[in-house]
């Protein structure tokens, strides 16, 4: 399927919660989705039959500075088709759902969003720091990150 | 029945496997939690080598990147420094010339066999079998040596350019690949009577760590591990890019050959056939190679429009995908890898239950996995 027909069959069920579509110079195209909604469009953009997207390629967090974002990126083995779905998040305590029950690959790319942008995944299995060290202390690719002088009294 | 656990119950252990630990290829931490000899739990911790390479994207020009994907997976340099110059000509619509491509893509395919070889070499050294890990340093030697023909460098490359690559390929060298790959291909079967077919080597992995083909798509495997468990994608075919779409080759995958589907041989022997399809990639490339200049027209001061791509290509460990953000400035605004062997990693947990200690050496081994890029 074509995204266009991928995203016309979002909003014919979902409506309101499928925000917007970004096409221009963005490949492949993304719909973004309310946060709260996403679970269930998740499970839905799984399940149904005709899209089946069983493959989460990437999930990554963006700083847009004045919001976050966690962008998903799709893929079907079956109808051999791609989108992206992505979630926009307040700049003060971002959290979203987890999709690691829908697709249990999520699981380390959230925790390394987690560890690097600081956004929380509610409901997932196990949510750590994964790259850094369990005491550190701010989320680096944050665009407002200040690079710490000392770890462990030690002058970085 | 009983499991072992259930019917000798003794104290559990927790062990600290790495991250020095030499068959764990390099610094990765397994935190096992044993029963005896079986593994309760075994919990991969990474990071060990995080260099913060996605910042340090964000803070260097597109060009200046380039050295940066060498030291994300060292073994596929090439590999690397391709799949970043396709995600940045195909964020600002550049045309790269063909030869360029082909030469992309017999490099490629050059340092796909020396990753293959590494990956058969340690694993058989994991195992217990010293040779065939000299036999494999061998051959890759003769590649090192092409490489280091090509762009003086044997092991970070830095030789692609976004538009093209740094240079042409020296006179002779298609000549040099060509004997490489006479001498080359007749040692595949050598390996698999040296060690393949061994029946200690088999009993080691056959039916050991089975991942379903389902759980291997749902758990985001790629590459070899994803075609271990028998389901045929292939970047290189399914999503063609560069020059692929002209070359014939088969999509290798596991077969059960030994075992079950998706058991750690069959991960092993996709690796193995998969160097078969290199060579013939490779013979048909040298004979199709144009003529041409080998660099496009990119401007110095290279801004390209805003915009968002994601782009993945078939390296040796999976699907490496770049997502990058342009805001229109000279450097990227955001700078996503994806790296195969990272989201390999996940799955580890799940299927390591229940297995020997000794096992845990064989999944290690069959995933083939390697951690600057893990870490970045």
Redesign the interface.
Known sequence: MEPKAIFDLLKSRFGGDILEIQEEGISPPFAVVSPEKLPEIARFLRDEPGLSFDSLMCLSGVDYKERFAVAYHLHSLKETHRIGVKVYLPKENPSVQSVDAVWPAANFMERETYDLYGIVFEGSIDLRRILLPEDWEGHPLRKDYKYPEFYHGIKV | MKSHAEALPTQEMLINMGPQHPSTHGVLRVILRTDGEVVVNARPD??YL?R?L??IGERVTYAQYMPFTDRLDYLASMNCNAAWAWTVE?LAGIEVPERAEYIRVIVCELNRIASHLIAFGSFTADMGAFTPFLYAIRERERINDLFEEVCGNRLTYNYVRIGGVSADLPEGLLDKTTEFLDYFEPKIPEYNNLISYNKIFVHRLANVAVISPEEA????LTGPNLRGSG?P?DLRK?EPYSVYPKLEFDVCVGTGERGTVGDCFDRYMVRINEMKESVKILRQAIAQIPDGPVQAKVPRVFKP??????F?AENPRG?T?I?L?SDGTVNPY?L?I?APS??T???FEKITKGLMISDIVAVIGSFDIILPEI??
């Open positions: 990474v990071g995080h913060a996605e910042k195909k798509v749902a758990y985001g389901v994608f399914d429009a805003a915009g968002e791509v994601y993945r699907e995908g997502y953000i955001r996503k994806r990272f989201v990693m996940n799955i870490d970045r």
